[in-house]
């Protein structure tokens, strides 16, 4: 709960001595509301506002959904948004070190979604990379190493059973953006939740391809399907 008198306490002890509040995930903080959406607790948006406006600390913290609250600030100037996505397949190859050939390499990043911690977990069986040849077998073995990790964050990401079948259309079959619009006309603002939380990639078939596809990448997909 949040107190108010705890809270003057907490701005009393910040305007004294300024910290770096670093909050690892506010979705534990996020509350449902009408439809589908979660929102954030307005008591902590007023104690994360005077905290910054009233003391010289500042917040960071990190989320998987988008939330109202934040963007609000974000158009006020009262907050900075940063999406995050995966590492560069360059930064991939570092951390998995020189086991891996290039094309085993990728197909490893492509797997993981750029996903670092994933990657780092991998590199441990890297003096392996040699033998992880056939695709199907390399994404089998990576799933396996890998446990649950994506059954884990579909759970921590409090996702609605109408996103949840959203991305399980996508995982059955490669959907082009344009078309899965035309039959899910009111899912759009979904469907961008669920690009910007990283969970769905928007890409080009071809060079030429000017059709936007929609796509997960293959551990996501084994996730949903099986």
Avoid at 23 to 41: F, Q, V, W
Avoid at 103 to 129: F, H, I, Q, R, T
Avoid at 183 to 205: C, F, H, N, S, T
Wanted: charged fraction near 25%; hydrophobic fraction near 40%; avoid cysteine.
């Amino acid at each position: 709960a949040v107190s108010t008198s705890k809270n003057d306490e907490l701005i009393e002890k910040l305007q004294i001595e300024p910290a770096l509040i670093v909050l690892e995930s506010i979705d534990a903080l996020l509350s449902p509301t009408e439809g589908d959406a979660r929102a954030l607790d307005p008591r902590y948006v007023s104690l994360f506002r005077r905290i910054t406006e009233e003391t010289p600390s500042k917040i960071i913290a990190t989320s998987t959904q988008t939330i109202q609250a934040i963007e609000n600030l974000v158009l006020r100037g009262q907050a900075m948004l940063y999406n995050v996505t995966g590492i560069r397949l360059a930064d991939a190859e570092s951390i998995l070190g020189n086991h891996w050939n290039s094309k085993a390499a990728e197909d490893v990043w492509k797997a993981v979604g750029g996903n670092p911690l994933m990657l780092k977990e991998l590199s441990a069986w890297s003096e392996y990379a040699n033998g992880l040849t056939p695709e199907t077998d390399r994404l089998s073995v990576i799933s396996a190493l890998v446990g649950n990790f994506y059954e884990k964050v579909l759970k921590s990401m409090l996702l609605h059973t109408s996103d949840i079948e959203i991305l399980k259309n996508i995982a059955q079959d490669e959907t082009l953006f344009g078309e899965f619009l035309a039959r899910k006309p009111k899912a759009m603002p979904k469907l961008k939740r669920l690009i910007d939380m990283g969970l769905v990639q928007k890409d080009y078939a071809h060079s030429n391809d000017t059709a936007i596809h929609l796509t997960l990448n293959p551990l996501l997909q084994r996730a949903l399907i099986n």
